[in-house]
Each structure stands twice: as structure tokens, then as C-alpha cells.
């Protein structure tokens, strides 16, 4: 028979190009075969090949008894192979793991140093915390071994063990810190236990400070980048706890900063600085402006330096740290960083957008948003087709396949490669951007905006540019989650917000909404391709129907709520719409001043007649959400139609006659009770419930004949007086009212008194659609069409009153007599003040300036308004709130858990202060242990009895003998007890007491002594059935000595 | 620490997987595959740093600025040489720059081990791949970075097997490093 070898199968691959499946297939049942065969080598080889094929994803946990066995195979060869194959393929739910231990225990333990590096290598893929407590005695005394390189792998694996294992940093730290301190020690396993150290430096730095005096040693004299960079970031955890080391550490890292060649070294030291609070500590002093001028001035340099992306990308990386704590060192490098947002590298972009998240204010939040808008804008879409041409699994299928080229794989890997294909702008980093736009915009309650018309119109571009959502649209009612987390929800979810809270720009955002909604300029208003932005429909279409009567073409948005296409909308926007459709019929019905003439009649009658043509057939949708509602409106549409056309109608030039009193009173009281103030979130749980409030008695015994008698009346009677007591707000209600005004609103500022603001750090037209401008435009225009000193278009001055020269400006190109141009007198002191703010001159004026008024409203609530609520609020930043609380409480995939080792300390056991909780758990044990002790003292006294009734039955000889052979025993004992019993050693004992064993049987002497010394609470139950034995040694040892 | 060692081809076919935590195959291999989209859409200037993978991304989001370090994996670094990529997941606490130079002493290591190393003797010599590694990195955790040690470790288990003669090889000699000899003079 023809075995493969690794090679064999290497290249039959490779040469089974388009049949790989089947290949592999045939080579995995051949292996299945050989590695059940008893030939060693046959067996190793197969095992081989099964792990080269595992990395194609091919699976071999079949296979792991077979591992197990050429792992134990006396050859080296066959055991690398061995425990390469367990790296590899074992997981969590591996059986023969336990089998697995002793083997391992037996190699850390074999004399040649390259066959204990495999377990030291494995352990850390495989172990789990009980056969951490196994191996960690073999373990421990591998940190003295002769080589280095075994001693630092050794420092290694004990660290991976501590991270299952906690227990096993007691005994190996102190081993470990007396390697570190040890100046001849190799200087390699130095590095590793600095590495060691650095990673549980951030879980416990106080367990690291008595250390530091040898590390800072370390870090002055050390040669070793790795390790110094290492050294770093452990200070920099280090610090906080220990402000005296901060002067100590300055003068070295500076000297590095200044001196180092490895750039690497040179960054980890500012980014230490930084961390480590030191910028902070030596604020004031002239060594600290020495010290933040130099860090951030390497840092600039790292930005602008050419050529170089990485050092771009670290540093941004750097900024992101300082952002909060030091916004000016920030700020002042804004040119630069500002420049990252549109570099080509998405990763530096994504860095950069981080670090502008942070940074933005007042004055420089439009030159941001505006240069994001920019990029959204011109940057060509990426179909997402051409996304997953690149991805491997769109290709034929994975498999460890021949390269189409062979001359590929033999270029030569000395030269560092880089592809040359300009970044796509994929979709999921556009919808980073408009979330960190909308993040940025509505950051504290939209504290840094000072301008909403000009939010609203970066809104609908944002609209315009949002990406095809992964999900089309259902129409069912499988709602959330992934809808929600849709951008344009949260583009909406801003347009909605700023309707509600900012009422000076209200009509601005219904005239957005508005536009949003109408059917006819859906092209124009949504990306062209795909189904993005459409989310944000919902919020339009509640905004339009809310503020309906701010709505400048009513018609057009009624046919435009009323369009078939509406129909096709998701459930929850549909549903949406239709509590739109009446509050809009509302604003457009309800006046009440207008006479009832034959003509309204007729449109309002045409009107409901379309609108319960729409209904009808919803009032059977599958949504429950959309039937209920469209059956409702349904009801009501039709009755305020029976209502118009019972109404007569007055002459249309004649008296005045009132229209039915269903549709100028009772519909729009439906709507138009209370004004709607966002209310904080939480704010609901803090209504006190009144006293003497009951809400077990039925508020009316008789409530059915109550709406039996309701159903009987008449609207035309007395309809007033019933709507008006279920729309009109209760006046005096016990809970609401302290809080029904905002307080804002006392502080109403008129909104003439409003300045436009600069936009002069960003242009428009860059950022925002021709039509957006266009209409802009046309408002400033309107604005300023009295101003004589209006020529600038992008000018910064409120009207003013209409002056002699504006007239004669305005006149246009008429000819001009000089003289009839009336001479004023110029009120200098008044105008010179003017001038300040002159248009002309207002092009240079820095942007910085007080931010305009405008009054936001702020959430409501009761009592102390509580902090923690506010970031979870979902009217101000909600994308992303569901994803992030998922993923704290979510692992991630790659994650070794190392909090275990937060509640170790390392201190030494005696000297360490106990914790109240290690002092229960220590008396709870001895508790225990006493229990165990006293029921082990009466069994052994009743074996005792009963021994003593067998013995007597017994031949002398017989007993003679046996006791010969104990003695004996005892004498071997002598030699190996003294060396180890200090309290901890339990295992050697337990060794001992199996060899006791054989005899010990017949033994039940009474033993009067039973203290015992090695005693200290370790071992639990186990130790109940051993006890007896035990005890009966150590007296046999105290007669001895 | 460092969570994963990657290294793939420039068709995504990976030559080397090693995580150091134990995960699921079919998770391995659909990680190795978004790392491979990623990677293999950046231009030539871009920065060795790649944006989390989705499947690493998810969790993430939750690191704030008041914890410095914590263990979830934030950086995905990598190198391209010739025609396989080299990739490293670490935490925090790794320094994005110093693991540049990991994977380049890695890859000087390996050049010392075969000679002008190519794709084709990983391929056929993966066990000493993985036996270089394991001279770098234990558990994660970076045990060795000096070039001649870690030839030294991996020639000490045994002679370092050639490639296979008929496997031929042509057209080679590319000589020199394009960054600074000095293992850590350059970055």
C-alpha cells in the first residue's frame, strides 16, 4: 500500500486543481486509516496532514485520541507533531483532555530542554483550572531550569495558567519576582517576565509598585526596545498610584524621547506620558511646557512627516487618548488632524473620526460636519457586489488549493508588498460617518449648534447620502433591531428632535419634512439608487402630521400621505402615516372662520371621500398596528362625512355660515390638546402617586349603561362640551403641572434678535446639493432684501430699515443721478460700532464668536435630574446604544478573560493585609475542618473497636509479621519527610499515604495524639477518608524521632 | 497579548493559523476570511492598521477612555510580503509600532531558516513555521524578539527541512530587506 506523505498530499493538491474536494475527501479516509494503524511514523504522518488540512477549516476533532497517542510516542519527532496537532485542534469540549495531563506532566518534566518546550508551548491552548492545579507543581520548579529559554517560556505558561488559575500566581510569583530581580539572569527571560508583568500590571498595578525601583533600574540601563516599551506602558499604569515616580521617570524618558533611533520607542514614551498622567502632574513647571511641547510636537511631526501612514496612524491613535483631558494640546493640531479625515487610508480616516468626535465645539462643528458632508457626497458609491468579488468566501469555496500561478508562491518574501487599488468608501463606513455627524451635531442637547436651519439642511442632505439599508423593507411586523439601528432612523430621530425641541427653526423642519414626504420629489430627495434613507419617513411623516399647521402646502402633502405607493411602506412607518392623514385633514378642515360655502363643502367631502378610500382596504392589513388605526380613522372619517353633508351649506357670497362643528372642533381637539415637550427618559418613574389616589374602585359602577347612553346621544347636541372634556388638559393636574411650562420658555428670546452665523469655515456648496443651496440662497436673499449693505451673499447682517441709498441700490441699473443721492448725516459713533460687524468686514472676522441663542428645550423631568439616564436617553443619540450595551455584556471572540486575576492579590501571604472576606472564607474552613476532624476521630475510634474485636480473634504470628513489614516502611520514610513538610505540601504526603496503603489496612491501633501539624485547612472532603492513615504515620514518625 | 497569528496567501488561503484562545473552526475560518477582505482592499500608502473585523468589531465598541487597557482585542496589524500577508491581533497593551517589527524579525527569521524564504516552503514546511512562532510567542505573550535566538531555537529541535528539489526554484534572489537591517534601528 502507498502511503502520502505531508508532501505527497502538498502536492497532490496542488495538482488536483479544480477537484480539491474530492481529493481531500479521499486523502481525510485515508488518513482515518492510517492513523489507526500501529506503525508510529504511519500513524504521525497521517495525524500531519490532518492538521495541515485543519487550517483550511476541515475538521479533526475525531481524530484527538489519535493525537493523544503520537504525543506520547518516544520520539521527538512524532511529539511535535503530537502537540502540534493538539494546538491546534483542541477545544474547549475535548474530551481526552484529562488524559492529556498526565502526559503532559511526565514531558514538562523529561530531561531534554527541546521536548519540555512543547508542553511549556501547549499548555496555554489547552489548559483548563483542574489541570492547572496539576501541572503547576511540575511546573514551578521548570523556572530554575539550566536553560533560558526553557525559563522563560516556563515564566509564559505560568501567566497563562495564573489566567484559568488564579491560585497559581501564590507560589509562582515569588519565584517569578526573585528571576526578575536576579541581575545575571539572561536578559531574555527578563524581557519575558517584563512582558509577563505588563500584562497583569493593568488587572493590579498596586501589587507592582514595590517593584518599580528594579524596573525603572531596567528601563535606564536596558538595551532592549521590546522590553523598554513594555517598561513604559507598565509606568504608565504605575503612576497614577505612585506620584513620586513621576519625577523619578521624567529625566529617562525624555533622554529617550530625545535620543532613541527605534521610532517605536520614541512613540510608546510620549504615549506614557500621556497615560500616565504625567502631562498633568508637571503642569506649570517649566520641565512640564518642556515636556508637552516636546511630546506634542513629536507627535505633529508624526502626522506631517511623508511617506509614512503608520506613524499618521499611531499618532491620531495618541490624540484619541489626550482628546479629553487635554482639548487644547488637541486643538492646536487641529489643521492637521482635520487634514486625516479625508486622507485615502479608511483606517486613518476611521482614527480621525474618532479623534473629531471628541474635539468639536462651537465654532469649528460646521467646518467638520461640512468637510464629512463633502466626502459623503462626491465619493462614488461602492456597489457591494464588488465588495464580495474580494471576498474569499465568494469564491468557489475555501480549500487549501493550487495557486494559479506556481511562480507566485516562489517570489522571494524579502520584499514588503503593498497593492495599489484606491479605497472604496464601503457602506458601513458611511453609515460610521452620519452617525458620528449626528453624534457630533447633537452632542449635550446640540450645544454647539448654533445655527438649525442649518442642521436641518445638513439633515436632508444626510438623507440624500445614506446608504442602502441590508434589509428590504417588510411589511410585516417583524420590527426593531436591525431598524433600528438603520441610519436613516437616526437621521429622522434628529429631524424630529429639533422639530420638537428648537421652536424657532419648527417651521424650517416641517418645511423639511414636508419635502421629505411629497411624493412627486422622492427622486430628488432619496439616494437614486438602493433603499436608503427611507427609515427616515417615519419621523416625517409624524412631523408633518404634528405640525400640520406649519405646513406650507398641505394639499400636496395630504396626496402624498394618501398615495397608493404609501401602501408598500414598512408597518411602522405606514402606521405612522395614518395618524398623519387626520391630523393634517385637521389643519386643513378645522377653520372655523370660514364661511360653509357649497364649494368647501364639495372639496371637503372629495377630501374624505379619498382619504376612506385609502383606509379601506388597510383596515385589513396584516399589521395589527396599521388595522387598528385605519379602522379607527376610518370610523371617524366617515361619520365627520355623514357630518358635512348634513350640514347645510350658506350662500357663497351671502352671511357666514358655520361649518359642522365635527371638523372645525371636535377632529382637531383630537390632536391639538397639549403641546408635546420631550420629557426626559425615566422621568415617568418619578410621577408620585397622589395620596388617597384609588385605582382598584371602578371610577363608575355603572360604565356600561354609561356608554350605552353615550352611544344613543347625538353629536350635533352637545358635542362641544364632550370633546372639549376629554382634549382639554385638566388644568390643575397634581403631577404635571409644577413642570408643564419649560423653563426655557420664560427666557424666550424674540428671534430678531438672532444673528446669522459665519459660514465662512466651510462652503456650502461643497457639502450641500445645488437645490438645498438654491433655496438657501433664495431665503438669505428674502432676508436681506431690504439692506442696502447686502451684497455679500454670505452675508451676516439682520434687516434693517429701509435707508434712501437702498432704495436708489435697488433701483437697479436705472441711471443714477449723483445729486438726487441725499446727503446724511452719519451718526459716526453709531455707525463705527456697526462697522464691527460690517459684512465686508465680516469675511475675515474670526469665526469665533458668541454663540447665537437659540432656545432648546431641555428634557423634562421630576426631582433631581439623574445623570446616568441622560446617556441612555434615546432622543438625543440613539444609534448605536443597543449595539454597545449588547457588547458589554458580550465576550468578544478573540478575548482571553483575565479578570479572574483581579481578585488576587499578590502580596506575599503573611505580610499582605487580609481582606474581611479572606478572613470569613479562612474561619469557615477551620470551622469545617474541626467537623471534619471530630467525625473523623469517631469513625476511626469505632474501626478501632471493631479491629480490636477482630484482632483478638487473630493469630499472634500473623500479626507479628505485618508489623515487621510497617516498620520498614516507616524507616524510608524518615529520609523524605523532613525535606518538604512546611505546610503546603499536601501532594507529597498524599503520595506517601497511597504507599501506605497496602498495609495500613490492618492497622487500627488507637492513637491518642491526633493533632496535626501539617494541618492547614487545604485540603477539604478529600482528605476525610485519608485521615486515618495519615495519622497513624505521623505518630509512627513522632515515635521515631 | 496577542490574541491571533495569521498569515494567508494574496488569494486568502491561509499558510499559518495559530489563536491563542481555543475557537470554534468554522469561526476561524470565517475571521481568516473577513481579515482577508479587508486586507486585500488597502492601497499601497495605507497604513499597516486594519479596522476591526466585523466579528471582532462588535464587542469592542464598548472600551472607553477611562479603562487604558482591558482584554479585548483593538489592534489588527499586519505586513505584506511578496505574496503573503502576515497578521497580528493583539490587545492594548501591545504597542501597534513594536508589533511591526515582530512580524518583521518574524519574517527575517524565517528567511534565515530556508534561505530567501518564498511562499512555497511555508507550504511544505509548516510544522517549522509553526516551531518559529513558537520560539516568539507563547500564549500570547512575546518571549523572544533577537533574530539569532530564534533561529537558534528552532535549529536546535532539528535540521530545518529544505524544500523539495523538484519544486524548483527560479528567478529568485531578490536580496535585501527593504527596511533597515538593524532588526529594531528602523521602527
New interface residues.
Partial sequence: MFEKS??DL?RGLRNHKGTEKEYIAESIRECRKEIRSNDMDLKSTAL?KLT?L??????MSWASFNVLEVMSSPK??HK??GY?AA??S???DTEVLMLAENQLKKDISSPT??VI?LP??A????INPSMANSVLSDLLPRLTHSHA?IR??TV??L??LALVYPETLRPAWPKIKERLQDEHEDP?VT??IV??I??LG?RRPQDFLPLAPRLFDLLVEGN???MA?KLI?LF??LTPLEPRLIKKLLPPLTRIIKET????LL??CI?GII?GGILEAVEGTSDGEEIARLCVGKLRGMMIIE?D??L???AL?AF??IV?SHPHLVSQQQDVILNCIDD?????R?RALDLVVGMVNTDNLTAIVGRLMRQLRTAPTVSSTE?TA????G?TG????G?PD???????????????????LPDDYRVTVIRRVLEMCSRDTYANITDFEWYIDVLVQLVRVSPATKTASDTDEDLDIEDVDDVSHGIGRQLQNVAVRVKSVRPEAVEAAQSLVLVDRRDQMFPSSGNGGLGVLEYAGWIVGEYANYLTNPDATMTSLLHPTSTQLPSKTLAIYLQAVPKVFASMAGSEQVSWTPERKTLMTLLMARIVHFLEPLSTHPSLEVQERAVEMLELMRLASEAASGTVTGDAYGDFTDPPLLLTQAIPALFSGAELNPVAAGAQHKVPIPDGLDLDTPINPNLNTLLAEAEQEGFESDEDDVYAAYSEPPASHPSTAPHHTPAADRLDVPLKEKEPTSYQNATEDEYLDPDILARRKAERRERYKDDPFYIDPEAQQTSRPLTPLGSIVRAGNEEVDIDAIPIMDLDLHHTSSRSASDPHVGRTRSPRKAPKRVEIMGDETLGPSDTGDSSAREDIVAP?RA??A???S??????????QLGALSLEDDGSGPMTQLDIERKEAEEAEMKRALMEVERLRLEMQRASERVEARREVVVRKKKKKVRKAEIDGEEVVVPVGDEGGEGREKGVKKKKKKKNADAEGKAEERDKDGGEDGQEGVVKKKKKKRRQVVLDDEGGAE | MINAVLVFNNNGQPRLTKFYTQLETSVQQRLISEIFTLVSNRPNSACNFLPLPPLLASSSKSSTPTTPHNDTPSLVTYRHYATLYFIIISTSTESPLALLDLIQVFVQALDGLFENVCELDLIFNFETLHATLAEMIVGGVVVETQLDRVVEGVKAQGKVAKRPVNEGKSGLGLGGFGRGEGVWAGR
Fill in positions: 505531508l508532501y502538498i500531519m495541515y485543519e487550517m483550511f477549516g476541515y475538521d521527538y519527532r511535535r507533531t502540534l494546538v491546534q483542541f477545544r474547549r530542554p527541546t518546550s511549556l508551548n499548555i496555554p491552548h489547552v529559554s522563560k517560556k509564559v505558561t501567566y497563562r531574555s524581557a519575558a512582558n509577563v505588563c500584562e493593568w532592549n526596545n521590546w516599551i506602558k504608565a499604569t533611533s527605534a521610532m517605536s512613540y510608546e504615549n497615560q511617506g501612514a503608520n499618521k496612524y499611531v491613535l484619541e487618548r479629553r485615502p487610508d479608511i483606517s486613518i476611521m465588495n474580494n471576498d474569499r468566501s469564491q475555501l480549500g487549501p488549493y495557486e506556481d511562480s507566485d508562491a516562489e517570489e522571494s518574501l524579502r520584499q514588503e508588498k503593498r497593492s495599489d487599488q484606491p479605497p472604496p448605536r449595539s454597545a449588547a457588547g458589554k458580550k465576550k468578544s471572540l478573540l478575548q482571553v478573560d483575565s479578570s
